[in-house]
């Protein structure tokens, strides 16, 4: 089976996050365990363990295109065991970024309570850049499918983006982040920032950044061409 293939395969059987679109997602977005995941057996689930940490390295080497065969290989498996436990390509990338996407839905939601919103903000923006620059190809990856409801990514994008739309609220009611920025801009540029990080080089990305975060901040709208 090519990878093409594959990617035409049906939904995913559950990616082990909690936040994923894998299963029947709660009201938070939180996405429980499936009924096959939960009762798979010990040598099934040694595979999928197996498989998801050579994807890891896989798809940080190569980025989000490698080779599906690739991960088979290396994880010792045929390819056949490895669409067994992801039908399609997204579901295996949803597997391995789910916690870092859900970490980062934390992190926004723990940051409502912080003294300086707009500072949590940064933080939180840099956070989001410097992982965007991990893997070739998820800074596009996030933007299609915060859009795309049928992507296996949109529901751990979705809920990251509404924790972070609600920091971004705090820190516009606290005064410290200009009222014309949505969380889409927020998005936009730190996947691009992300990019610039993968193409060029990061501190160059972190100049970008602090160029962002200096033109959002209340006030500064004189210093932003346009503004």
Known sequence: MSDKQGAASGPADGAGSSRGPAGAAASDGRTPRTPAEGGMRVDARRNRDNLLAVARTVLAEEGLEASLRDVARRAGVGIATLYRHFPTREALVQAVLSDRLNALADAADESLTAPSPGEALTAWLQ??????????????????ALHDVRSELHGSCAAMHESASRLLERAQAAGEVRPDVDAEDLFTAAAAIGWAAQYSDRERAQRILTLLTDGMQSGRADAVPGG
């Open 127 to 144: 956070r989001f850049a410097a992982g965007s620059g991990t893997f070739h190809g998820l800074p596009g990856s996030v933007l299609a």
